[in-house]
T-cell receptor
């Protein structure tokens, strides 16, 4: 049982390049989330998917797109990377059908945009 | 607006000192409350959580937190810290009965424990 996995662990991009961050969970959770973590800012929600087939914007969605590929996988795409997107990206999942909903986090992707 | 405020940005303690990290939230409705810990270079791990019932909740590694509804607070405590508690601590909240509601995080408190 791997929990939440993310690839890649590290990535360096040049401004304007595109890339997709991958996330998968094996806990049969219905909800999945993408956050970014910046120094002194805590974690901020980029997008989330309450269930398979649905996605919604979070606090900081600009410059990102997401795809809920199936129940297990939720990818985050940067179409044209900018230096302001240099951050650590965390994926999380939860069983939000339960009232005692707890989110579990992946190991993160450290992205640098030059 | 929904928000979480952590009072201390950086706390420095000696081993065996007592710890209290403040957390206040602003959120309409019934809430779930969480403390997560992030050790250097690692991902977030759940330290403890409050959903309902006894407002004093105990977590892993000797941590506990008390939910005071009237003060909208959920402070984290530990009687005696260890060097291995050096980490960043995040308080977070989400709404009860809101499917797929993401967590709202505080900005974090960095704890440095010297041996």
């Amino acid at each position: 049982n791997a929990g939440v996995t993310q690839t890649p662990k590290f990535q360096v991009l040049k401004t304007g390049q595109s890339m997709t961050l991958q996330c998968a969970q094996d806990m049969n959770h219905n909800s999945m989330y993408w956050y970014r973590q910046d120094p002194g800012m805590g974690l901020r929600l980029i997008y989330y998917s309450a269930s398979e087939g649905t996605t919604d914007k979070g606090e900081v969605p600009n410059g990102y797109n997401v795809s809920r590929l199936n129940k297990r996988e939720f990818s985050l795409r940067l179409e044209s990377a900018a230096p302001s997107q240099t951050s650590v990206y965390f994926c999380a999942s939860s069983d939000s059908r339960r009232q005692t909903d707890t989110q579990y986090f992946g190991p993160g992707t450290r992205l640098t945009v030059l | 607006a929904q928000s979480v405020s952590q009072h201390n940005h950086h706390v420095i303690l000696s081993e065996a000192a007592s710890l209290e990290l403040g957390c206040n939230y602003s959120y309409g409705g019934t809430v779930n409350l969480f403390w997560y810990v992030q050790y250097p270079g690692q991902h977030l791990q759940l330290l403890l959580k409050y959903f309902s019932g006894d407002p004093l909740v105990k977590g892993i590694k000797g941590f506990e937190a008390e939910f005071i509804k009237s003060k909208f607070s959920f402070n984290l405590r530990k009687p005696s810290v260890q060097w291995s508690d050096t980490a960043e601590y995040f308080c977070a909240v989400n709404g009860v009965n809101q499917a797929g509601t993401a967590l709202i995080f505080g900005k974090g408190t960095t704890l440095s424990v010297s041996s």
